[in-house]
């Protein structure tokens, strides 16, 4: 068993490398590291000196970060000798994929993989659409839009955001291209203050929706099948009010054996490639932008483009 001490970064994860690449799915592999928990206050990589020995601190976090490098989770830790602890890294697989040989229009509906994901518990995803909500200052009786609704998760928690009295008083309208999903939907918000529709997106304008005090898309503008620059001037032009608000959300993220990984995967690339996210990012800062929205760009797993006017 490895147990490292005062080596760099590059020759933990050299070593750490090599016996990895040779695990296959659901294998570990352990080792020992400086207990973080012995030394407060320390940066990652900073020498130290216990009881005549040299170290090299690294932070919980640290080592969390360094197993997904590596495609692994920390599945055990436990106490050794001091000062050191035990990690164990668990080899991952590949990208979840859906489980189910659904139609098309069905791939994120009420019996896909995409159905066993909440991101509001996700503590990153949560906090940064729980700020984004709270920049949008909502009147009472505003009319919502959220897009790519599928079952509302992110309708969940307006009355924590908003307060009951005034979440009593909103009106929400959700759209997904899910027939599952929606009915899922329809199911969780009953109350009449909830109406729901089964579209695509590019036929947005056949629904003839009047004008919305906030909109909400989130994780539904990268699809392929979306014409996202396309649907944003039509949002914007013919369904926002003069005083309103837009919650964009493009995902940055994927799962990996549960585990959700920091940067969406390309084909061709082994590791997060950014180009065409921070290109749609740019173009919806802009258009915003022209249009007299303040503009704040936020986010880790989810990158949300909020948009106060």
């Given at each position: ?9 590059f020759v933990v994860l050299d070593a750490l490398k090599m016996q990895i690449g040779e695990l296959q799915r659901g ?76 139609p098309a229009k069905e791939k994120y509906g009420a019996e896909s993989e995409f159905a066993r994901i909440d991101r ?190």
């Amino acid at each position: 068993m490895n147990r490292f001490t005062d080596e760099t970064l590059f020759v933990v994860l050299d070593a750490l490398k090599m016996q990895i690449g040779e695990l296959q799915r659901g294998q570990t592999l352990s080792f020992q590291a400086l207990n973080p928990s012995a030394i407060a206050g320390r940066y990652d990589g900073e020498a130290l000196t216990l009881d005549s020995n040299e170290f090299r601190y690294r932070s919980y976090k640290a080592w969390n970060d360094l197993a997904e490098q590596l495609n692994c989770r920390i599945s055990d830790l436990r106490q050794v000798s001091p000062p050191f602890v035990e990690f164990t890294f668990e080899k991952l697989g590949c990208s979840n994929r859906a489980l189910t040989s659904l139609p098309a229009k069905e791939k994120y509906g009420a019996e896909s993989e995409f159905a066993r994901i909440d991101r509001l518990e996700e503590p990153a995803c949560l906090f940064n659409y729980s700020q984004a909500l709270e920049r949008i200052q909502l009147r009472e009786g505003a009319q919502v839009l959220a897009l790519g609704v599928n079952r509302g998760d992110e309708l969940t928690i307006f009355p924590k955001i908003y307060g009951a009295d005034l979440f009593q008083s909103l009106r929400f309208t959700g759209v997904d291209h899910s027939a599952s999903a929606i009915d899922e939907a329809a199911r969780r918000f009953r109350a009449q203050q909830f109406q729901f529709f089964v579209r695509d997106l590019n036929e947005l304008p056949s629904l003839a929706l009047s004008k919305f005090d906030l909109v909400i898309c989130l994780n539904t503008l990268q699809s392929p099948s979306v014409n996202r620059q396309k649907l944003l001037r039509e949002l914007v032009q013919e369904n926002l009010k003069p005083r309103c608000g837009v919650i964009l959300g493009l995902p940055n993220c994927s799962y990996v054996g549960g585990e959700i990984m920091y940067g969406a995967k390309s084909k061709n690339y082994s590791e997060p490639e950014l180009s065409l996210l921070i290109k749609d990012l740019a173009f919806f800062k802009k258009y915003l932008q022209q249009h007299k929205f303040k503009v704040t760009i936020t986010g880790k797993y989810d990158v949300l483009v909020t948009g106060v006017r």
